[in-house]
């Protein structure tokens, strides 16, 4: 049996013989909504991000309609065990970005373009402000006036305020399903302290799993439930001012904050890799602010990737940080969690370090593990099942 065992077509096969190497499950896709006032560089950034060449115009609600973009996450390593194992093919995880249609002051209430924006953002598992931290009088910005602490304030506000209305549509029912025991009361009870937290201008997302539980606050599709991860699209002298950046890390805290040039960042997507690289160094950065990114968006979910290799493919699955061995099978396919047996798993840093997988296999380096095994980052995987 080979290492790359997943791709197996035994494996696969079913009792017709049909090919479920491309089933996967769906709780680990990852969609990032692109939010922010109007004219602000999200649809910039969104065309360097995707390559996707939407409309990127110099006037307020340029994006109407929301645009979907997948973005490959960047792992080097998928390159070195292509190397290794000699595979035909390399697949990274990936992210789903939305660009989504400006807020304005009043978006709540039907201004600009009202409410459009909140089915795009429900269904992401996260959101990006961009802000913008530049000047250059010939980009109007909505406001008059660049302000980043009060652009901040105004998309968070409305955020705040299209939740509370989601609560109040949905209490009434609560509390007659409650009365009539089709909901546990804390359910009830956790919308009530939602709504209070919120009318205190709380970001529920900052809300302690002990004050507000997640999985109850899911339900009700919240968007300041959601992750938040504050793009600041800079100019030169930003990007070179730590301590501006650090005031600003500050001021958005605990949420993580990036800052770019979105504009840079759309230039850099056209060049060759190694162009790319070398125009990163000769302005004094290790990676392009769209791989800082996806990868902090990867991250603020608390979601991961193992590693399978072969000759057919070198691929990242992704899964969530806890997930055990049977779990991650299962991302692969169903049955390989419901037959589960055990797992063959060697780390990507071991097995560099020993440079092959049969001289790792010779020194009892790849470990079997069994259902209660939590699956750590980077992991190379092959999984044994019976069903």
């Not at 791989?291 to 590693?307: E, I, M, S, Y």
């Not at 899964?319 to 063959?344: L, W």
């Not at 071991?350 to 790792?360: N, P, Q, S, T, W």
Request: aromatic share 6%; glycine share 8%; charged share 25%.
């Amino acid at each position: 049996m080979k290492w790359s065992c997943p791709y197996s077509t035994t494996w696969f096969a079913g009792a017709h013989g049909e090919d479920r190497s491309a089933a996967t499950l769906e709780h680990v896709a990852l969609t990032i909504g692109i939010a922010g006032l109007p004219n602000v560089g999200k649809s910039t950034l969104f065309n360097a991000l995707t390559r996707a060449g939407v409309l990127a115009a110099n006037y307020p609600f340029a994006t109407i309609d929301p645009n979907v973009g997948v973005v490959e996450l960047p792992d080097s390593r998928l390159d070195v065990l292509a190397t290794m194992f000699h595979s035909q093919k390399v697949v990274h995880a990936t992210v789903n970005f939305v660009d989504i249609a400006g807020i304005v002051k009043g978006a709540s209430h039907g201004e600009g373009l009202g409410n459009q924006f909140l089915a795009n953002i429900r269904e992401a598992n996260a959101i990006v402000i961009v802000t913008r931290a530049f000047d250059d009088p010939d980009v109007v910005h909505v406001a008059g006036k660049v302000d980043p602490q009060e652009d901040i304030e105004t998309i968070v506000t409305e955020l705040q305020l299209a939740d509370l209305q989601t609560l109040e549509k949905q209490l009434p029912r609560l509390q007659k399903e409650v009365m009539g025991k089709k909901t546990p009361r804390e359910v009830l009870d956790t919308a009530k302290k939602a709504q209070e937290l919120l009318e205190k201008g709380v970001v529920l997302s900052s809300v302690s799993a002990q004050e507000l539980d997640p999985d109850i606050v899911k339900e009700f599709q919240l968007m300041t439930s959601k992750p938040f991860i504050y793009v600041f699209n800079s100019d030169e002298s930003l990007l070179g001012d730590d301590a501006k950046q650090q005031e600003l890390r500050q001021m958005v805290a605990p949420a993580q904050a990036i800052f770019l040039d979105a504009k840079f960042e759309s230039e850099l997507v056209d060049l060759a890799p190694e162009e790319a690289k070398e125009l990163l160094e000769m302005e004094g950065q290790s990676e392009s602010g769209l791989d800082k990114l996806a990868r902090v968006g990867f991250d603020a979910l608390g979601l991961q990737t193992f590693l399978t290799a072969g000759e057919k493919e070198s691929r990242a699955w992704t899964i969530h940080k806890g997930d055990k061995a049977p779990q991650a099978a299962g991302v692969i396919h169903h049955d390989f969690e419901r037959g589960f047996i055990k797992a063959d798993v060697i780390s990507f840093d071991e097995l560099v370090e020993i440079g092959d997988i049969h001289r790792a296999r010779e020194l009892g380096k790849i470990r079997q593990e069994g259902k209660d095994y939590v699956m750590q980052d980077g992991d190379i995987c092959e999984f044994k099942f019976n069903v």
